[in-house]
């Protein structure tokens, strides 16, 4: 099956810096890759996903990229605020016409210093 | 506010017993996925149900099981339980079969003691 690993697993940064998180994927069969934030005692909230005929993509202050030959996807979190503190979860998963879970990585505290 | 709910919020309870955690999925999503998570596992992949039926399995033990009704609300069933099942139960929803784009409801926190 698939596996997810995630790093780094905490991440403190200073009000303003960037922040990035990257996963690695086993699968190379996979072929969607959503970010989820997951504030204490919350659920977790999809913010951003890929699917692997892109390279790229960005929301606002978040970006998600892929390198499919190396089967790693990263999230870069750009003019990072307080409220960006949480924990992030990577998922993999192969979408299609047939019943699939997702993989979760095992989570990066992200601590935003003001 | 993701769309899904999930009761009871809390749920504390004792070891050997036997409860149910339920779950309205968004207006319109036919998938229902079970999480459990806990500090030492993470986010693990319980059950799908599609439409009614049981779809895809992961690490869910033998004394939990999980349904699906026609109104396409789920339940999760826990039975015998154990201080190791203390834990936030998830589910999720989704439009379609495959995972993608899968919105969680709040959570509900079980504390077995």
């Known amino acids: 099956g698939e596996n997810v690993e995630q790093h780094p697993s905490t991440l403190s940064v200073q009000e303003g810096d960037s922040a990035v998180i990257k996963c690695t994927y086993s699968?190379?069969?996979?072929?969607?890759f959503p970010w989820y934030k997951q504030e204490l005692g919350k659920r977790p909230q999809l913010i951003i996903d890929i699917r692997s005929n892109v390279g790229e993509k960005k929301d606002q202050r978040i970006a998600v990229t892929l390198n499919k030959t190396a089967k790693h996807f990263s999230l870069h979190i750009t003019e990072t605020q307080p409220e960006d503190s949480a924990v992030y979860f990577c998922?993999?998963?192969?979408?299609?016409?047939?019943?699939?879970?997702?993989?979760f990585g095992s989570g990066t505290q992200l601590t935003v210093l003001p | 506010d993701s769309g899904v709910t999930q009761t009871p919020k809390h749920l504390i309870t004792a070891t050997g017993q036997r409860v149910t955690l339920r779950c309205s999925p968004r207006?319109?999503?036919?998938?229902v996925y079970w999480y459990q998570q806990s500090l030492d596992q993470g986010l693990q992949f319980l059950i799908q149900y599609y439409n009614g039926e049981e779809r895809a399995k992961g690490n869910i033990l033998e004394r939990f099981s999980a349904q699906q009704f026609p109104d396409l609300h789920s339940e999760l069933n826990l039975s015998s339980l154990e201080l190791g099942d203390s834990a936030l139960y998830f589910c999720?929803?989704?439009?379609?079969?495959?995972?993608?784009?899968?919105?969680f409801g709040p959570g509900t926190r079980l504390t077995v003691t």
């Open positions: 699968d190379s069969a996979s072929n969607y």
């Open positions: 207006s319109g999503d036919l998938s």
């Open positions: 999720a929803s989704s439009p379609r079969l495959d995972g993608y784009e899968q919105y």
């Open positions: 998922a993999a998963s192969k979408i299609g016409d047939s019943a699939r879970q997702l993989t």
